[in-house]
């Protein structure tokens, strides 16, 4: 395991799994000029987040959507049996979670335990946003939404950081899954 948190194997890891999601909402979105540049500035920023090593946070928010977008998209468009995507999500938000956690600082068997519950939310959260006939970029905007909810507890209770509170992000977490349900276009998957 401390392989993975080799700083530079962690770089890489991150880098290319940024790229793969940019890559998949690119094709997906071709079309959609002024989404691909916001996405595109946005994956750029993160890039560089990646490489300098600052804004966890920011980097599993970022990568959170774009990697929930990608899954979903392999699900529904490419037909990927269910069960591979779940595998891939466990790997892949396990990662981004180990890696947030490495990151505030939070050590020792509470991480690790953690560290599953997390993934295995944000599966059951995976599986249960593809039964709502909603777009996969509004899915993975609530995805994004639940893991700022998860950073924001290791932050203030794993961490024990005084500088927030904890219902600051239940607060904006529910606000913001409301208005992505609000907004979302309802009946179509793509």
């Not at 989404?35 to 560089?48: P, Q």
């Not at 939310?121 to 995976?126: A, D, G, H, P, T």
């Not at 794993?158 to 606000?175: E, G, P, Q, S």
Request: charged fraction near 5%.
């Amino acid at each position: 395991m401390s392989f993975f948190h080799n700083q530079t194997v962690r770089k890489i890891l991150l880098t290319l799994i940024l790229a793969w999601g940019y890559l998949t909402f690119y094709l997906q979105n071709s079309g959609v000029t002024t989404l691909i540049v916001l996405i595109s500035i946005i994956s750029l920023v993160g890039l560089v987040s990646i490489w300098r090593e600052s804004s966890a946070i920011f980097i599993l928010i970022l990568m959170s959507f774009i990697v929930s977008y990608s899954f979903y998209i392999f699900l529904f468009q490419l037909a990927l049996p269910v069960w591979i995507v779940m595998l891939a999500i466990l790997l892949v938000f396990g990662y981004l979670f180990s890696y947030t956690e490495h990151r505030i600082g939070i050590l020792g068997k509470k991480r690790t335990i953690y560290l599953v519950l997390f993934s295995l939310i944000i599966l059951e959260v995976f599986l249960v946003l593809s039964y709502f006939l909603i777009n996969p970029i509004s899915q993975s905007l609530i995805i994004s939404a639940i893991c700022y909810l998860f950073v924001g507890f290791c932050y203030t209770v794993l961490a024990k950081h005084t500088d927030n509170k904890f219902i600051t992000y239940v607060i904006f977490t529910f606000i913001s899954i409301i208005l992505v349900y609000l907004t979302s276009s309802w009946g179509g998957l793509v």
